[in-house]
């Protein structure tokens, strides 16, 4: 059955300017009819839920390029390692391995916000921690 970009859109949720980018980064194929409208057949739904879910991920769209062969497939099944799929658990690997750095980034990062700030952590103090010492213009004391 075939669908037109709007249908594949609706059926994964994906925008018709994605499905266009897909299209026009290899990752997915389209036929067009004598009006030029894209048509995609029933394998296309699969393969874009297979790229939202690798993007979701983390993966780049270059990364995703790397399990362009396997993305017909239930892609649980395809991580299973093989000769066949090795350059695309390398990419696997080094992805994790950014994320990993990341969070541990993020994570010191959170911590040294929380030690400079630590009013955060009780917001009925932060009005008076924030304004001691400070002239407020009001004289009278109140």
């Known amino acids: 059955?075939?669908?037109?970009?709007?249908?594949?859109?609706?059926?994964t949720g994906a925008t018709t300017r994605?499905?266009?980018y897909y299209e026009a980064q290899g990752l997915l194929e389209?036929?067009?009819?004598?009006?030029?409208?894209?048509?995609?057949?029933?394998?296309a739904v699969t393969r874009v839920r297979n790229?939202?879910?690798l993007l979701a991920s983390g993966f780049t769209v270059e990364d995703v390029k790397s399990f362009v062969a396997y993305?017909?497939?239930?892609?649980?099944?395809?991580?299973t390692y093989s000769p066949t799929c090795a350059d695309g658990y390398g990419v696997g690997a080094q992805r994790v391995?950014?994320?990993?750095?990341?969070?541990?980034?993020?994570?010191?990062l959170r911590g040294i916000l929380v030690r400079r700030m630590?009013?955060?952590?009780?917001?009925?103090?932060?009005?008076?921690t924030a304004t001691d010492g400070?002239?407020?213009?009001?004289?009278?004391g109140t």
């Open 1 to 11: 059955m075939a669908m037109l970009i709007g249908e594949l859109a609706a059926r």
């Open 18 to 20: 994605a499905l266009r």
């Open 30 to 43: 389209s036929e067009r009819t004598g009006n030029g409208y894209r048509v995609y057949g029933p394998g």
């Open 51 to 53: 790229i939202r879910d």
């Open 71 to 79: 993305l017909d497939d239930n892609l649980p099944e395809v991580f």
């Open 97 to 108: 391995a950014e994320l990993d750095e990341r969070i541990a980034s993020l994570t010191r």
């Open 118 to 128: 630590p009013w955060l952590a009780e917001p009925a103090t932060a009005a008076s």
């Open 134 to 140: 400070v002239d407020t213009g009001d004289e009278s």
